[in-house]
């Protein structure tokens, strides 16, 4: 079984998404809610479709902390999709649509492969995503 614990939660804001706004705020929450989280985690620990849904219905996580959570747990086959992440999917044609939340594992598995033919790691994607979109005027929420 997988269970998260706050050093799960401190590399996703701290090390990953430090400059989100509301990081602080946001850490806080998934810290106060750890043990829901995992409860989260525990019910569908062998579906992350219904995994990332679930954790979306937990006040003050939408999906983009529900994929960041999943990506600590599983960070060489699940994707964190901040709108950076999801945007460059989608320049590049990786993905075809924002909306991860009816197939998240799909969404995830085509960037891992993308990953694996280009030699980086799904963190690698996600810090890409960022340098190359930074001053990009508009950037894509995942839906």
Not at 5 to 23: A, C, S
Not at 110 to 135: G, P, Q
């Amino acid at each position: 079984m997988t269970t998260l614990t706050e050093r799960n939660i401190v590399k996703l804001f701290d090390h990953l998404w430090p400059g989100m706004l509301y990081v602080q705020e946001h850490r806080a929450t998934c810290v106060h809610n750890l043990k829901t989280i995992n409860n989260c985690f525990s019910k569908f620990k062998h579906d992350h479709n219904e995994l990332i849904n679930s954790l979306c219905s937990l006040d003050g996580i939408g999906l983009t902390i529900a994929s960041g959570l999943i990506w600590t747990a599983f960070p060489r086959t699940r994707v964190p999709f901040d709108k950076y992440t999801l945007t460059y999917a989608l320049d590049k044609r990786i993905l075809r649509t924002e909306l991860i939340s009816t197939d998240y594992i799909n969404a995830s598995e085509k960037i891992k492969t993308h990953c694996k033919i280009n030699h980086m790691t799904i963190e690698d994607f996600v810090r890409k995503s960022l340098i190359e979109l930074e001053e990009h005027e508009y950037l894509m929420e995942p839906k």
